[in-house]
């Protein structure tokens, strides 16, 4: 009976659950690690994002543990406004559409950078701002179709991406040195970097808005979205790990100086990464991956930010209704990109910042809310107790402090 219940639903795999998690976290704020955490470099990096995973995995597992107590299918909108009221509802929801803003900005951002680096290498010379501008005028066309032309053109997207990262950041890894990666140029010091990037490593794993889609998924079944959860997540973790000894090992410290005064763009990290390659055509595979991975990543945020707009303002699924979303969605951050065409790392900053109250600090105060209401609860509790509550609202305090810092000029920053 016991090995019955560990078991998917009825053609429900756990690799699907797994796989919906991985995806929603590795994106293309994975390009924004190795820029970040140069001042720390690898060992701390590496160190860093095993830290950042543990807590997140916990802050996922709160939430979880908080919607087990509605009825499958519920909203993290329905989650907050019932254990935590009005207040919290409200500062949810703003956080969750400040999000989702910033980070279609930011993709913009990279977009118009790599979209830019790709044309160059074409012999077409077109400005950021306007490959910017080309990159959403394409995309969003395609989420103004349909939810399904999202989800078919996604998936297509997400198999080319897992291709051409093994193919590019394979070679890669194959032609680390040691020496950069252990024994680093530059400046002796390291750990006081690691402040500035520690909202980055909090950006890099955001899968929380999927928790409630697992558990109307799977229903009930705790066990399997645990182990969904936690396989998603470390896929993540090895992803990035691996990406950082790709990026380091092929890139010296000294040299990351530069990618940060050319503003830490995408494009400008690939372009660096393209030297260091063997032969064009793994250029291409990385410079294709980066473009997959942007687009891509921008088709998630933008369907949820449409979807949420949509329902917001109670525009209909007719062809004007979405027009009308699409305008909302779509006009204020590509203004942004014209404007700021390589806000790319700061918009992942502030995404971070929104997404320590949402995604860190209100699982946390979700699960302590319920468990005074509910003290005889006998089904899945998250271990540790308080202190496991405590150690997610300080990393959320601690990360928002942080960026809050950085932001003033009080927190060093490498090549800044």
């Known amino acids: 009976m016991a090995n019955h219940m560990n078991a998917a639903p009825q053609g429900k795999s756990l690799l699907g659950g797994a796989m919906i998690i991985a995806g929603t976290t590795v994106g293309a704020g ?3 690690l190795p820029v970040v955490s140069a001042g ?7 160190v860093m994002l095993i830290a950042i995973w543990l807590i997140m995995l916990l802050s996922g597992l709160l939430l979880l543990e908080t919607n087990l107590h509605f009825q499958p299918g519920v909203s993290f909108d329905t989650l907050t406004r ?7 509802r409200i500062v949810t929801g703003l ?6 803003y910033i980070l279609t900005y930011a993709y913009i951002s990279g977009g118009g950078s790599i979209v830019n680096h ?5 012999g077409i010379d077109l400005p950021q701002p306007i490959a910017g501008l080309v990159f959403v005028l394409v995309l969003a066309a395609i989420v103004l179709i349909s939810t399904k032309a999202v989800d078919r053109i996604t998936t297509i997207m997400l198999g080319g991406m897992v291709i051409t990262f093994f193919l590019a950041v394979g070679n890669l890894l194959l032609d680390v040195a040691p020496a950069r990666l252990f024994d680093p140029q530059g400046e002796a010091s390291f750990a006081p970097y690691i402040w500035a990037a520690l909202p980055f490593g909090l950006a890099s794993f955001g899968y929380h808005g999927n928790v409630p889609s697992l558990v109307k998924y799977y229903g009930n079944n705790h066990r399997i979205i645990i182990k969904a959860i936690f396989i998603g997540t470390f896929l993540a973790l090895v992803i990035y790990l691996c990406w950082l000894v790709a990026t380091m090992g092929n890139i010296g410290r000294v040299e990351f100086v530069s990618i940060i005064e050319q503003g830490g763009n995408i494009g400008v990290l690939v372009a660096a990464l393209d030297e260091a390659m063997s032969s064009e055509w793994l250029t291409s595979m ?17 369907l949820g930010l449409f979807d949420y707009l949509a329902d917001l303002f109670n525009f209909d699924d007719s062809f ?3 027009a009308k979303t699409a305008a909302v969605t779509f006009v204020p951050p590509a203004v942004l990109g014209l404007l700021f065409p390589n806000g790319f790392l700061i918009a992942i900053g502030f995404a971070a910042l ?16 319920v468990r005074q209401q509910h003290p005889d609860y006998r089904g899945f509790q998250v271990p540790g107790g308080n202190v496991s509550i405590a150690i997610v609202i300080i990393f959320g305090v601690v990360t928002a402090t942080c960026h809050l810092l950085v932001m003033a000029g009080w927190l060093p920053q490498y090549g800044g």
């Open 320 to 322: 004007q209704g979405r």
């Open 95 to 100: 956080s969750i559409a400040f999000v989702l």
């Open 82 to 88: 019932d254990t935590l009221g009005q207040f919290w």
């Open 354 to 369: 929104a997404a320590c109250i949402w995604a860190v600090i209100v699982p946390a105060l979700m699960a302590y809310k």
């Open 286 to 302: 990385l410079t294709l991956f980066a473009n997959l991975a942007v687009a891509s990543s921008f088709l998630g945020v933008t």
């Open 118 to 122: 790709s044309l160059q290498g074409l």
């Open 40 to 46: 720390m470099w690898f060992s701390y990096g590496i």
């Open 30 to 32: 994975m390009f924004s």
